[in-house]
């Protein structure tokens, strides 16, 4: 029998937050827009999410230690040395929040609050919490609960403990194939 996973507060306070943030916006695109274009428009925000998320983590947090962002990001050298660590896997909400908002933001100004906005962002919501959700099982258990989900742990762990310098992607991994870093 498997042990219980590990929940920590910050867990479930990226949970709480995020989950009401993806549901009030869904919501609202859902009020206002046919359910194909609300579809649509969140599959383009999940999208849209796999590729900040590798360039988050191939450009933000893997610049060398020392280097002048690295400093900021130390934290995540630090999930790197202690990777099963229940407390450094999770994104802290001081880090995740005005990335949050900076999204809104821009999503505002470019679709000038018409309710797509809502489902992009609500998209990108269900990206960020795939996200939180593949990357702490990936730590906590090793073996994937599902079979398809072998090469995505795989790919991870290549990136933890063989190459740090490759394999950035953690929810798709065709990002690493496109910029040649699988």
């Known amino acids: ?56 983590h191939r450009w933000g947090f893997h610049e060398p230690p020392g280097a002048p962002a690295a400093h900021k990001y130390d934290i995540h050298w630090d999930h790197h040395r202690v990777p099963q ?14 990335i949050a908002a900076l999204f809104w933001g821009l999503l505002w100004l470019i679709a000038q609050g018409h309710p797509i906005m809502g489902a992009v962002y609500a998209g990108i ?25 072998r090469k995505l742990w795989r790919h991870h762990y290549l990136h933890h403990y063989k190459e740090p310098n490759r394999y950035y992607g953690v929810t798709v991994r065709w990002w690493d194939y496109v910029f040649g870093t699988a």
Do not use: N
């Open 1 to 56: 029998m498997r042990k219980p996973l590990p929940v920590t507060p910050k867990l479930l306070l990226a949970y709480g937050v995020y989950t009401v943030l993806v549901s009030v916006h869904l919501a609202w695109a859902l009020k206002a827009m046919e359910w194909p274009w609300v579809v649509l428009a969140g599959g383009g925000g999940w999208v849209f999410w796999t590729f900040f998320e590798y360039l988050l």
């Open 125 to 149: 919501g269900v990206g960020y919490l795939g996200y939180e959700t593949l990357h702490y099982l990936m730590h906590v258990r090793p073996v994937p609960p599902f079979r398809f989900l």
């Open 85 to 98: 660590d229940p407390e450094r896997i999770i994104t802290s909400l001081w880090l995740s929040l005005p």
